[in-house]
């Protein structure tokens, strides 16, 4: 089985009031060309001076992936022609980036990052419909960026899509980028090679420009299936570039890849090189909130199993939830469960926000607390879950409609008995050794219970009244 290398290349909007090297506004959605000036539109005579804003926003995305951070950090020039780059070429950093050396974890798993650099981005090119012409909006030139590269340290398609969710958390926790691929705010190109039996890597082909994290997974399994195919007829795989067609669902040769000198980098003369003072770093580590990772480690200390407290940690969405209902003392574990499972679930199957429903963390804590006693089964919890996300407090559910568990054992033994009577054949088969169909009585007794009897206990009693 040839296993795949798959490695990104991740761009990341940062999150700054004016642009990478002008004073230009970042204004997303404005009339086009309204947010330039002599130094994005790349006039001759005009100077760029670095965003000190940006470049904190970078180092806090490099320090939060441990990456090892230069003493001076420099600005390159990458030269190619773009219709969308006025100046012709890319203000970019080269062989010094501001980390390099940095790790993301999925759960045991290292995926190393082998840098992180800054740069401006590009304008955008429009195509009227209809129209003989191309039009060009400068309003994005000059955007800061930060680029990330990883090695080729994933290997499945789930795994690179996984990766793309967390570094998008680590993001937004931090505040540097809003990481949103909708927005085009995070973008990625990703390259796949297919690993041989003897465990050497094969040719490596890159696949541009993919602008959600769907669209990630879609074309790496596309690719992946594809270079397969041609390695097992015994072919060679053929170094490219490609781009993805959403709507077929494959991947088409844009071009063979550039090498690097074809962009005869070298250094920017306009900005000097900078020293990243020791101090500054320091500040800066200073004002870090918590951060995903960090969080999985407290909730795991709290007694939450690794697996639960990483999916929930890395979910901006449920974690400060899950905090506040941590602090009703309720079962971590429980509520990790309840939360992963049947509230996702219910967003999921409904296609709703978690603050759009009407669950706080009291009620959730209830509900785990109302099945812990055993005032409740976890069938009836199941129930009623849908009315407490609708803000229902579940203690007052119960109480109403009478739902509490059955725990008169009295009653259930002759519930019990009368079902076993009413079913000789059933109870024939178990006797014979199918003791699965026990389940087809225990169901009966469950039905006619609303779900309020303990099932543990009316699979004993059953088995009592069974006998051997
Ligand atoms: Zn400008």
């Known amino acids: ?54 470049v904190e926003k970078g180092l806090l995305l490099a320090l939060a992936l441990g990456c090892a951070i230069p003493e001076r950090t420099q600005f390159h020039r990458k030269n190619y022609f773009y219709p969308d780059l006025p100046k012709n070429y890319q203000i970019s950093q080269y062989d010094r980036p501001i980390g390099t050396n940095g790790a993301l974890l999925l759960g045991e798993k290292r995926v190393r990052i082998r840098r992180i650099h800054l740069e401006e981005d590009a304008g955008k090119s429009l195509h009227p419909e209809g129209a003989d012409a191309t039009l060009v909006d400068l309003n994005r030139a000059g955007a800061p960026l930060v680029e990330l590269v990883t090695e080729p340290d994933l290997e499945s398609p789930e795994e690179a899509r996984e ?33 041989g039996p003897d465990g050497k890597l094969g040719t490596k082909v890159e696949i541009k420009n993919l602008n959600s994290f769907k ?15 041609i390695l097992e007829r015994g072919g ?17 040769v844009m071009r063979t890849k550039e090498t690097e000198s074809d962009y005869r980098y070298f250094p920017e003369p306009d900005l000097v090189p900078f020293a990243i003072a020791r101090d500054w770093l320091e500040a800066l580590k200073a004002q870090m909130p918590e951060l995903p990772a960090e969080r999985a480690d407290r909730y795991v200390a709290a007694g939450v199993r690794r697996y639960d407290a990483e999916i929930l940690a890395y979910d901006l969405e449920l974690a400060p939830f899950f905090d506040e209902a941590l602090k009703t003392g309720a079962d971590p574990q429980k509520l990790a469960n309840w939360l992963n499972a049947d509230v996702k679930g219910y967003l999921t199957q409904r296609g709703v926000a978690l603050s759009a429903t009407g669950l706080t963390p009291e009620n959730l804590a209830r509900l785990v607390r109302l099945v812990e006693s055993g005032t409740i089964t976890g069938r009836v919890a199941k129930e009623i879950l849908p009315e407490v996300m609708e803000g229902a407090d579940p203690e007052r559910i119960v109480e109403e409609r009478g739902l509490k568990a059955v725990t008169d054992e009295g009653a259930l033994r002759e519930l019990v008995a009368k079902v076993v009577a009413e079913n000789p054949k059933v109870v024939e088969q178990i006797k014979a050794g199918k003791t699965k169909a026990i389940n087809a009585l225990l169901g009966q007794v469950m039905k006619a219970t609303r779900g309020t009897a303990p099932p543990d206990l009316v699979r004993r009693l059953l088995e009592e009244a069974i006998g051997g």
């Open 163 to 195: 990766f793309l969710r967390r570094l998008q958390a680590v993001a937004r926790t931090l505040g540097v980028s809003d990481a949103s691929p909708e927005e085009g705010k995070m973008r990625a190109d990703v390259n796949v090679s297919l690993r």
């Open 215 to 229: 669209s990630v997974q879609r074309a790496l399994e596309y690719e992946i299936e594809r270079q397969r195919k």
């Open 236 to 252: 060679v795989v053929e170094q490219a570039t490609l781009g993805f067609d959403e709507k077929s669902g494959k991947t088409f």
């Open 1 to 54: 089985m040839v296993r795949p290398a798959i490695g990104l290349e991740v761009h990341l909007h940062l999150k700054t009031r004016t642009k990478m090297f002008c004073g230009c506004e970042l204004a997303y959605g404005d009339a086009p060309n309204t947010h330039v000036c002599p130094v994005c539109l790349g006039l001759p005579g005009s100077l760029p001076v670095a965003n000190r804003e940006a």
